[in-house]
């Protein structure tokens, strides 16, 4: 299964297009992998094209066992060079009839600043919460770092509450966090 969605234009922002990460992604992926902004939100950072090419690999490999849904945001108008990245990493049924995945965004540099995150989120929100797709959620997750404060906006502007904070796990999270939930629309 591949997905590619479509975000129509709005006064400020462009189309965006998300579809899955390309093997020619690997430049544009590895040089955004180079900002120090974004080497200190991720998690799991990329040192190089070849790097980037195993990672888009391991993303296909995902996307084939239904577990994470990785897309490029991209300007399909110009040049279909990713701008930033969002997921749906899939984590199951919780307690009760609780159907969950988490989301993560980020943008490029070039790219911040412009409404391409929300206009992302927003897109990719509404696919995985949409009842007649195949992954029947219920519920969407994004967790932050306390200090990320555009993620945070992003978030509410996308309509996910902030739940809860969470403790820091050094190593791979220093500080506070932000739990942001929004739930799937109740049947009609």
């Given at each position: 299964m591949t997905v590619t969605l479509l975000a129509d234009p709005t006064a400020t922002v462009p189309a965006l297009k998300l579809r899955p990460w390309q093997p020619d992604d690997a430049e544009a992926l590895a040089a955004a992998h180079r900002d120090p902004l974004l080497r200190e939100r991720l998690l799991t950072v990329l040192d190089g094209e070849e790097e980037a090419r195993r990672w888009i690999d391991k993303q296909?490999?995902?996307?084939?066992?239904?577990?994470?849904?990785?897309?490029?945001?991209?300007?399909?108008?110009?040049?279909?060079?990713?701008?930033g990245h969002i997921v749906v990493i899939f984590q199951g049924q919780d307690e009760g009839?609780?159907?969950t995945a988490e989301v993560g965004y980020w943008t490029s540099p070039e790219a911040r600043g412009r409404g391409i995150a929300p206009r992302a989120l927003e897109t990719v929100s509404r696919w995985a919460l949409d009842p007649r797709n195949e992954l029947h959620l219920t519920r969407l997750e994004l967790r932050h770092a306390t200090g990320n404060h555009a993620s945070c906006r992003v978030a509410e502007k996308c309509g996910y509450q902030l739940k809860s904070l969470l403790a820091p796990h050094p190593p791979k999270f220093p500080e506070e966090g932000h739990l942001h939930q929004r739930p799937a629309a109740p049947p009609a």
């Open positions: 296909h490999q995902l996307w084939s066992t239904r577990s994470r849904f990785s897309f490029a945001v991209t300007d399909p108008g110009a040049t279909d060079r990713p701008l009839e609780t159907t």
